[in-house]
């Protein structure tokens, strides 16, 4: 009887560590990562204050900066693309060979000049933000015990261009 009982144990343990049981685990396992991984990188439900004049002014001033970047890093990279090719001309005009050295650099320059197109463009268009929404402090009239006084009011100004 205690053989029996022995031999049930085994076999459960047989069925339990199956191939279709493991790829199971790993699927379920992964299912719960994938969920946990969504739930943490999702988007915010209430999303935080909008961007200030500052902020506007400083992301334009980035944006700037890396079409600069973009724009001047592409001419330098034309020219020592214009050198290359120049230096090789001679010995290609005398050998009779055609060769595509320099053009690999003029590509990489042009898309890297045309890169800097719209980024400069998003640049001009968070400036213009940054111009129309601004944080002031109004004088205003204030009663105050029988007299007429300034208080400084914060408010939000929009500018609207017509």
Sequence with gaps: MEEAHWSLL???NECFFTTKNRFMK?????????????????QQ????QPLAHENYLKKSKNQQTVALVLLGSGFVVTVVGFVVASNHIWEDFFTG??????TG????????MAGSVPVYIASRKNR????????????RPYLYKNSLTN????????????
């Design 10 to 12: 085994l076999n459960a």
């Design 26 to 42: 790993k699927a379920i396992l992964f299912t719960i990562l994938l969920v946990v991984s969504a739930a943490s990188f999702s």
């Design 45 to 48: 439900t209430n999303p935080s």
């Design 97 to 102: 060979r055609e060769s595509a050295r320099g």
């Design 105 to 112: 650099a003029a590509i990489t320059a042009l898309a890297l």
């Design 128 to 139: 213009r933000k940054a111009f129309s929404l601004s944080f002031t402090n109004e004088k």
């Design 151 to 162: 208080k400084f009011i914060p408010s939000l100004t929009l500018g609207v261009n017509l």
